[in-house]
């Protein structure tokens, strides 16, 4: 079901906006549409300006509040207005601001004494005070590090040429951290000669006492107070967010509502009148809230609001918002796959609930393997809410049913009698064609039937929108309804033995119907009084027309046969159980019940699988694509209801 929408227009002072979007439209869901496009009759318009004076402080209070997991569900109290909700972000934010200032600060001093510490760490084997060395004056030192090949190659051939002591401090695979004295005089010349060593040089500051490992010691000392200082303070703010936990939850509920709401002017226009600005709001609601809605605004003097009952004067026709019984609500997953219905189209959502249970059923009828599918897929409903999982315990229920009809359980077939037949034996005598597999006459009955159904609902969709050609002259119109109805009602009384009707009879059924669909062009001119043109001439005419009509002919015949895997499937359910039986040697009375389990759930797992895309593929090529457009747009409420 679509339910019936109404196209309000709101409409009030201009600074009067947020209090009728908080106090009235917050409790509906309504389409907006923006009012600039969507009002051109109405002069003067012109789009608010105004800038956001909630965004900071919601800003500020989505980062205070985003450690606390139930934000999305606390409910804003209607008594706090903007000013409160900012005040309390406010005053926890000074609070936080002080000690976050504090960590800051903190921060800062570890990053400063762990830097220190990772300059002096690689020369922690120099048992020598640091700041000694800093302080020579007539020999030069250097801090760094150089490579194992270059270091081995170092001492083999230059150290001993030059004047110079190296204190190997630490190294590891790739390089030796070393540090070098030198004679003022030389230095130029050795530090050369350390470079051609690819010798990189480290500057330590002077901010070291005593030795590299007894400063390493230090500022790991200061490292691990500034890291319980820092650990100290973050406790400190969790405290303060969790003392005022309630208020900021509901700020940030309230000042959300209220961003929300400010933000409704992106689809509002401003008009003047004399010396007062006013503005105006408008979209789509459902009729029931619309009603309620107008009544709550004829008893506010401030505010106006007009029902547009002609909608053939709107740029945007009314959105699609479903209605279903909830037993068929999840199904709406594949309405939505195709595309949703117009507003004045039928929902076939209830249609495919039916359909596509019943075929799967039909196709996968197994007691014991529906039941589990049953269950399985109610579980997961109710665990996660998905509606996949719904349409599988549908799906489980109609296979079960199936399954007492077909007489199998998990695959055995002598637990149980059937109540109907066994798709395997179940043979038919038909003239001319001789013995066939009963399921697969009644799954070709069963699609003529449903065939003639979408026809109907294709015939009132047409008419619901006016096209008279689809009504009348269409393949899947009144002409072709009554030719296929003909058809199955004419193949019926023969198959059964019956009289057919009258030789005259039969030519009116059939062939007027086919006439009028070969002569739908014109036929559509004449009804629309418009003058028929015949592209090409009456020659290219009757033979473009004569190919078309064979293409529907086949079609005709091509998607009735279509239903023909309906009882194929049912068929191969058994067959494929039967091979799990025979491979679990059920037969010699002693089975492997290891090999029954896991061949029911290959069977269930990949059988269900496919049976369900198959049908499906029959709900959208055989069935949809003869009455259903899918060409709606989606109904989407500006906000939902907050209460």
């Known amino acids: 079901m679509i339910e019936k929408m109404k196209f309000l227009n709101i409409s009030g002072p201009k600074d009067d906006i947020d209090r009728v979007v908080d106090q009235y439209l917050s409790k509906y869901d ?260 619309a009603d309620r809605l107008q009544g709550e605004l004829a008893r506010d003097d401030e505010t106006f609001c007009i029902v547009e009952n002609d909608h053939t004067n709107l740029l945007n026709g009314p959105p699609t918002k479903m209605k279903n019984p909830w037993i068929f609500r999840p199904f709406e997953m594949f309405i939505k796959m195709y595309g949703l219905p117009a507003y004045n189209e039928l929902d076939p959502t209830v249609l495919i609930g039916i359909t596509y249970s019943f075929l799967f059923g039909f196709m996968f009828g197994d007691a014991g393997q529906g039941l589990c599918l049953l269950a399985g897929g109610l579980l997961l409903y109710k665990a996660k809410k998905w509606d996949l999982a719904a349409i599988i315990s549908c799906c489980g229920f109609f296979s079960t049913i199936f399954g007492f009809l077909f007489g199998s359980v998990f695959g055995f077939e002598n637990i149980i009698e059937p109540l109907w037949l066994r798709p395997a034996e179940a043979m038919t005598n038909l003239p001319f064609i001789g013995r066939l597999n009963t399921v697969f006459v009644v799954a070709v009955a069963l699609g003529m039937m449903i065939i003639l159904i979408t026809m109907i609902l294709n015939i009132v969709n047409a008419f619901r929108a006016h096209q008279s050609a689809e009504v009348w002259f269409d393949t899947n119109g009144a002409a072709g309804f009554v030719f296929y109805a003909s058809l199955v009602v004419t193949i019926l009384l023969f198959m059964t033995g019956h009289t057919l009707p009258a030789a005259v009879v039969l030519a009116v059924m059939f062939l007027v119907p086919l006439l009028l669909i070969f002569f739908k062009e014109p036929l559509t001119a004449v009804l629309e009084k418009k003058a028929a043109k015949l592209e090409g001439g009456p020659g290219m005419f009757v033979v473009q027309g004569f190919f078309e009509l064979f293409e529907v002919l086949l079609s005709y015949f091509s998607n009735t046969l279509s239903f023909v895997r309906v009882g194929a499937f049912a068929v191969s359910h058994a067959a ?56 709606g747009r989606a109904f989407k409420p500006y906000g939902k209801t907050v209460q």
């Not at 606390?68 to 409910?75: D, G, I, L, P, Y």
């Not at 083999?156 to 790739?174: G, M």
């Not at 000042?255 to 006013?278: P, Q, W």
């Not at 492997?592 to 198959?614: A, R």
């Open 30 to 289: 309504i389409h907006l549409e923006n009012a600039l496009s969507e009002l051109k009759t109405v002069h003067n318009l012109r789009p608010f300006t105004e800038n956001n004076p909630y965004r900071a402080e919601y800003q500020r209070a989505t980062e205070l509040a985003s450690g606390f997991a139930e934000k999305e569900q606390v409910q804003p109290s209607p008594s706090m207005d903007a000013s409160q909700a900012a005040e309390v972000i406010h005053r926890l934010d000074l609070v936080l601001e002080k000690l976050s200032a504090q960590k800051d600060e903190l921060a800062q001093k570890l990053k400063s004494a762990q830097d220190s510490l990772d300059k002096v760490r690689p020369f922690v084997g120099l048992d020598y005070d640091v700041s000694r060395i800093l302080h020579f004056k007539y020999v030069k030192f250097r801090f760094g590090r150089i490579s194992r090949e270059y270091y081995d190659k170092f001492f083999s051939f230059v150290y001993d040429t030059i004047d110079t002591i190296l204190f190997p401090c630490h190294e590891d695979e790739d390089y030796v951290w070393i540090l070098y004295f030198v004679p003022e005089r030389l230095a130029n010349k050795v530090d050369t000669i350390y470079a051609s060593m690819h010798f990189e040089q480290f500057f330590l500051p002077d901010e070291y006492v005593g030795t590299p490992q007894e400063a390493c010691d230090k500022l790991q000392s200061e490292i691990s107070g500034y890291q319980s200082q820092i650990t100290r303070l973050d406790q400190e703010i969790a405290e303060a967010l969790n003392q005022e936990k309630t208020e900021l939850l509901s700020a940030y509920a309230r000042l959300s509502v209220f961003t929300r709401n400010f933000d409704i002017r992106k689809m509002a226009a401003c008009t003047c009148n004399d010396e007062h600005t006013f503005y105006i709001l408008c979209g789509w609601m459902a009729e029931k809230d």
């Open 576 to 631: 494929m159980m039967e091979v799990v039986l025979m491979l679990a040697g059920a037969e010699a009375g002693n089975p492997n019940w290891v090999v029954i389990v896991l061949g029911n759930l290959f069977v269930c797992g990949m059988e269900g699988l496919i049976v369900g895309i198959q049908v499906l593929r029959l709900e959208y090529y055989e069935l949809f694509s003869r009455f259903y457009r899918g060409s």
